[in-house]
């Protein structure tokens, strides 16, 4: 392609942060990305993973960017108060989500976060350029010359965005904390993906684990599949991996999914960490 476009994980985990030899291989961090399209920096989340890509970041210069929220839970939101980039004076940053309610705003959001007795400091403490700012889910935003960031509601509990990214004739969609209906297939999620290059889905759950876990606000890569194939998307990534699942469960998982993705026609793989996707090109190897 005559321009970049990749996206890098740095967090895949959901729910909490899990450390250990049992989570080295797809890795602990929750969720947390890197978009890059030609050069310009787009992250979504603000999970755990958010500190690593700060400390790259603090070794590459001066950042201007935008960190677009899938949603304001804990696990999405409790790295940014350690994203060194953000306490830099000549640093720029947006914060952006689309998922609450009037009055609530991205700023009480990280400020409820950012608060005694969780917290001993405030957004106050941040010295780039910081500016928080909200939408609608549904809404289309424009990052910069050529980027397109179409947006839509998730069934998820307080909400949640899903995210379609297209630069240069590719895409990319960032669907997770997603609960589908068991037995159903969203036409509306359908339509917001197709075509596609690439689907990362929220995958938290087993068939088995989501019947008892029904109204937590996730999925399964069963039904992030039947998305991908009624939506004639080739690429499909299994993301926001459950704490319970280590190393050893997410290799079976990931084995399992391909083997049926493959009888799809449709390439499947786990999100781990470093892992980078160029859309429009083949997924890289599962680990």
């Not at 010359?145 to 307080?158: C, Q, R, S």
């Not at 998305?227 to 004639?232: I, Q």
Request: charged share 20%; glycine share 10%.
């Amino acid at each position: 392609m005559a321009e970049e476009f990749s996206i890098r994980f740095w967090g895949v985990r959901g729910s909490i942060a899990c450390g250990g030899p049992d989570y080295a291989r797809y890795g602990g961090n929750t969720s947390c990305l890197e978009v890059r399209c030609n050069g310009r920096l787009l992250i979504f989340d603000g999970g755990t993973g958010i500190r690593p890509l700060g400390e790259q970041l603090m070794r590459d210069g001066a950042v201007v960017s935008a960190i677009y929220l899938t949603h304001t839970h804990f696990d999405h939101i409790c790295g940014l108060p350690f994203f060194a980039p953000l306490f830099c004076p000549e640093n720029k940053f947006d914060i952006w989500s689309g998922h609450l309610e009037f009055p609530l705003t991205t700023r009480d959001a990280v400020s409820t976060l950012m608060s005694a007795p969780v917290l001993p400091i405030d957004p106050d403490i941040f010295r780039a350029d910081v500016k928080f700012r909200d939408f609608h889910a549904g809404e289309t935003l424009n990052p910069s010359p050529g980027v397109v960031l179409k947006t839509m509601a998730l069934n998820h509990p307080n909400g949640a965005t899903g995210y379609r990214i297209e630069f240069e004739g590719h895409s990319a969609c960032y669907i997770t904390d997603l609960e589908h209906v068991a037995g159903e297939v969203d036409a509306e999620l359908v339509a917001f993906v197709r075509d596609t290059d690439v689907l990362i889905y929220d995958t938290s759950y087993t068939e088995n684990e989501y019947l008892k876990k029904i109204g937590f606000g996730h999925s399964t890569w069963e039904a992030g599949l039947a998305v991908a194939k009624a939506a004639g998307v080739p690429r499909f990534v299994l993301f926001h991996h459950d704490p319970a699942h280590t190393d050893a469960a997410m290799a079976a998982i990931e084995h399992e999914a391909s083997a049926a993705a493959r009888a799809m026609g449709i390439e499947a793989v786990a999100a781990r960490e470093g892992m980078v996707l160029r859309p429009g090109q083949a997924l890289p190897v599962a680990a």
